[in-house]
T-cell receptor, first 114, second 109 residues
Framework: IAGITQAPTSQILAAGRRMTLRCTQD?????MYWYRQDLGLGLRLIHY???????GKGEVPDGYSVSRANTDDFPLTLASAVPSQTSVYFC?????????????FGPGTRLTVL | GQNIDQPTEMTATEGAIVQINCTYQ??????LFWYQQHAGEAPTFLSY??LDGLEEKGRFSSFLSRSKGYSYLLLKELQMKDSASYLC??????????WGAGTKLIIKP
């Protein structure tokens, strides 16, 4: 693994189904993030984790949950998918604290909920 | 509230110079990022400014004025591959990034 990976690349899902988007990084970054990106709205933060074992809510957390059992993995779960969750989902990671905390992004997951 | 404003779309000619402006209002401020995003791809880091002034990195430069809540990204000697969206993001007091909606830059031959 080099950097940050996401799976699946794309998914079509029936409304009401449960779905977990996977994210793994090998850069030993403390912080990880989940964003959704919709046309004209830019990146919106769903949930974040500043360190393993802790998570926090972002701007649009409703309908999503996350866990951070270890440093490398940060899965995002949609408990019961709805069509408004159709979007491109990006996972990102960064170091924390003062300085240039550049966020590195995964390639994204394109999710369609029908 | 927290807000980032940048133009929705800009058009420029190959070989020319273009300046993309960004204004921000955040709860605290710990720096300003610019990212590039090609269609269908993930954002990639371009620059980070935390002090006032101009940072130059090859054909790309980024400027910050903290007192005015203003930044710009300057792209010189434009190439067709520079056609992309450019995202401005400010780091707030909690070290969370507040993102603008992005500026789509169209380069014409």
């Amino acid at each position: 693994i080099a950097g940050i990976t996401q799976a699946p690349t794309s998914q079509i899902l029936a409304a009401g189904r449960r779905m977990t988007l996977r994210c793994t990084q090998d850069m030993r970054h403390n912080a990880m993030y989940w964003y959704r990106q919709d046309l004209g709205l830019g990146l919106r933060l769903i949930h974040y984790s500043n360190t393993a074992g802790t998570t926090g809510k972002g701007e649009v957390p409703d309908g999503y949950s996350v866990s951070r059992a270890n440093t490398d993995d940060f899965p995002l779960t949609l408990a019961s998918a709805v069509p408004s969750q159709t979007s491109v989902y990006f996972c990102a990671s960064s170091s924390t604290g003062e300085g240039d905390n550049e966020q590195f992004f995964g390639p994204g997951t394109r999710l369609t909920v029908l | 509230g927290q807000n980032i404003d940048q133009p929705t779309e800009m058009t420029a000619t190959e070989g020319a110079i273009v300046q993309i402006n960004c204004t921000y209002q955040t709860s605290g401020f710990n720096g300003l990022f610019w990212y590039q995003q090609h269609a269908g791809e993930a954002p990639t880091f371009l620059s980070y400014n935390v002090l006032d002034g101009l940072e130059e990195k090859g054909r790309f430069s980024s400027f910050l004025s903290r007192s005015k809540g203003y930044s710009y990204l300057l792209l010189k000697e434009l190439q067709m591959k520079d056609s992309a969206s450019y995202l401005c993001a400010a780091l707030d007091s909690n070290y969370q990034l507040i993102w603008g909606a992005g500026t789509k830059l169209i380069i014409k031959p």
